[in-house]
C-alpha cells in the first residue's frame, strides 16, 4: 500500500473537508464538518483523511471509544468514507481498505464500527465498502429498517390511509414552513412530550441546537407544520439530501392525533417533494427507522404506519470488524 497513507483529521482541514464532502458520489450535509462539529463535545474525534501519492482521496467522519474502537461518527445516523465522484474503482478501494487497516493495528485500535451510507441517498453506486466489509471478515452487528417511497413509483395511500386524509382536509388544517425560533420551541415540546409519553425517550436534538442547525443550513433543515386555528396540530423536521427528503422528526399534539393531521401534513410533504420543490434529482420521502433495541425489535405498528403511506423498506446495516 505504498501510494496510500492515512492520517488524521485535524480542524484547520475544515474548509477542505467540506469542498471534498460537498462533491463526493456518497456523502450528504450531515458530514459536513459544521454538522458534525455542533456537538464535538459529546465525542472524541478521530475521523481520517486517505491520500494517494499526496492527493485527498476519501475521508472518514469517526470517533474514538477509550476501548480502542473506532466508529463511524456515533454522532451521524451514517457515514463510511466518503469518496470522490471519480476516479476510485474497487481496486483503489480495497488498496484503501488495507491502508486504513494497517493504520488502526499502528495505532491500538482494536476495532472498527461501521455504518454505511444507505444506498438511497448516494448520488452514484458506492457500495465497494459492502465488498472491502465481506472481505475483511466484518460481522453485521445491527441492521434497522427505514420506510422510503420512490417518488416516482410512488403506490399511494392505502384505502385506509386515504379515508384519515379526507378526515383532515375537512378541518381545514394549513399545511406552512414554521421560520420563527418560538415555531421551533413550540415543535420541540411537542415532540418532548410525544417522546417522553410513547417511548420514554427525548430527543437526541435540544431546541437550541435545532436552531442552530437550521441556520447553518438554511436549504438543507426545514420545519414544516400543520396548523388549525393558530395552533400546531402536527409538524415534522425534514432534512433535505441530494437524492432523499427526510423526515428526521414527527411530532403531534392530542387534537392532532384526534384529527389525523399528520396525516394531511405528510400527504402535502410528499406532493411537495415531487413536484420538484427540493430540486429534479429528489427521489425519495424517507420517513427513518422503526426499530428498537439496535434492530432487535421493530415497532410493526409505527412501521405499518409509514407503509400505509407507500413505502417501503430501505436497510440502514452496521458492521464490526475487529483488528
Request: with cysteine; aromatic share 10%.
Amino acid at each position: 500500500m505504498k501510494d496510500w497513507s492515512i492520517i488524521s483529521y485535524t480542524p484547520e482541514f475544515a474548509p477542505r473537508w467540506n469542498e471534498f464532502n460537498a462533491a463526493a458520489r456518497n456523502a450528504t450535509f450531515l458530514t459536513d464538518r459544521r454538522y458534525m462539529d455542533y456537538h464535538s463535545d459529546r465525542f472524541t474525534d478521530r475521523s481520517l483523511i486517505a491520500l494517494k501519492r499526496g492527493r485527498v482521496m476519501a475521508l472518514l467522519p469517526a470517533d474514538i471509544t477509550a476501548d480502542g474502537t473506532l466508529h463511524s461518527h456515533r454522532g451521524l445516523t451514517y457515514g463510511g468514507w466518503i469518496l470522490p465522484p471519480r476516479h476510485l474503482d474497487c481496486g483503489d478501494y480495497l488498496e484503501l481498505w488495507e491502508a486504513m487497516a494497517d493504520y488502526c493495528r499502528a495505532n491500538s485500535i482494536t476495532a472498527l464500527d461501521y455504518k454505511p451510507l444507505p444506498a438511497i441517498y448516494a448520488k452514484a453506486p458506492s457500495d465497494e465498502e459492502l465488498y472491502a466489509l465481506f472481505r475483511s471478515g466484518a460481522t453485521l452487528s445491527e441492521l434497522n429498517i427505514s420506510a422510503a417511497i420512490r417518488l416516482d413509483a410512488d403506490p399511494g395511500f392505502n384505502a385506509s390511509r386515504r379515508q384519515r386524509l379526507r378526515q383532515c382536509r375537512a378541518t381545514g388544517y394549513e399545511t406552512r414552513r414554521l421560520t420563527e425560533a418560538d415555531d421551533f420551541r413550540r415543535f420541540h415540546a411537542i415532540l418532548a412530550e410525544c417522546l417522553q409519553s410513547r417511548h420514554g425517550a427525548t430527543p437526541v436534538h435540544s431546541a437550541d441546537e435545532l436552531l442552530l442547525l437550521a441556520s447553518r443550513f438554511p436549504r438543507n433543515i426545514e420545519l414544516w407544520g400543520a396548523c388549525c386555528h393558530g395552533e400546531i396540530r402536527a409538524a415534522t423536521l425534514i432534512f433535505i439530501s441530494d437524492r432523499v427528503v427526510h423526515s428526521q422528526y414527527i411530532a403531534t399534539t392530542p387534537a392532532g392525533r384526534e384529527e389525523n393531521t399528520l396525516t394531511g401534513l405528510i400527504a402535502d410533504l410528499i406532493e411537495r417533494t415531487r413536484s420538484g420543490a427540493y430540486g429534479p434529482a429528489v427521489d425519495y420521502f424517507d420517513f427513518g427507522i422503526s426499530n428498537e433495541d439496535h434492530g432487535r425489535v421493530l415497532n410493526s405498528g409505527l412501521y405499518s404506519q409509514k407503509a400505509s403511506m407507500g413505502a417501503s423498506a430501505v436497510a440502514y446495516p452496521r458492521y464490526l470488524l475487529r483488528f
